[in-house]
């Protein structure tokens, strides 16, 4: 069993903590190399054993980074490093929770693609076509939800903003969202769909800001109804209406 300390905390925790305020007032800077284990312990006034537990729990959030025969290093810091540990829950929503995920894309969606058409660089631009063009020759549905998630990966890319980037990848990318898509689109790939994804490629591409909103409003929106009809539909036994 994990000691105890004062204050209520495992011996692992306390070694978290001391870790992290290291980190926060200077004393690990990002990219830095810690000192040795037994240094460390030392240091810190834990036992090797707690403070080898807080790395693995620290390496796993994105804060600690080990390379074998080198050491432990603090991680950049990024968000996309920090925010890495939601990955590891996205595929463990269940299809339910596609209705929440549309939600949230309809709100943080749109302003990213808004963001996108002001920043985008000319490779930004060209990634986003090509994904586009892509896409417009598939006639599959599922490799087409397939490359759906690519797509807007690049936009919010676009945008500039990692945090962004970091929080779309994990939770509107993942697993449950694409097997709520697969349920809607099985037969056939909405018509609509293109096109709101060409409008959304001209937008970025020629920078307007309030068409690239609107368009990913109007298109997150649609996809949010289809997902929710789609719930209803299962639970009630109703064919699904597209």
Not at 95 to 109: H, K, Q
Not at 190 to 203: D, N, Y
Not at 226 to 234: D, F, M, P
Request: include cysteine; proline fraction near 4%.
């Amino acid at each position: 069993m994990s000691a105890v300390v004062a204050n209520g905390l495992s011996a692992p925790s306390t070694a978290m903590d001391l870790i992290r305020d290291g980190i926060s007032t200077g004393r690990f800077p990002p990219n830095s190399q810690l000192p040795r284990e037994t240094e460390l312990a030392v240091a810190l006034g834990v036992s090797r054993s707690a403070l080898r537990e807080a790395i693995r729990a620290l390496e796993l959030v994105g804060v600690l980074r080990s390379k074998h025969g080198s050491g432990t290093f603090v991680t950049s810091l990024d968000p996309q490093e920090l925010l890495r540990g939601l990955d590891y829950s996205k595929d463990l929503l269940n299809v339910e929770s596609a209705v929440e995920l549309g939600e949230f894309r309809r709100v943080i969606e749109p302003a990213a693609c808004a963001m996108a058409a002001e920043r985008a660089t000319a490779e930004h631009k060209a990634q986003i076509r090509s994904l586009f063009e892509a896409m417009q020759l598939v006639d599959d549905p599922v490799e087409y939800a397939r490359l759906d998630p690519r797509f807007h990966e690049a936009i919010v890319r676009a945008s500039g903003n990692s945090v962004l980037l970091a929080v779309s990848s994990a939770f509107t990318l993942g697993t449950a969202w694409r097997t709520m898509w697969h349920a809607v689109t099985r037969d056939s790939i909405p018509e609509r769909t293109r096109q709101q994804h060409e409008t959304l490629v001209v937008a970025i591409e020629v920078g307007d800001r309030d068409l690239a909103f609107a368009t990913a409003l109007a298109h997150i929106a649609g996809a949010q109804t289809w997902i929710a009809q789609a719930v209803t539909s299962e639970a009630t036994g109703e064919p699904r209406r597209l």
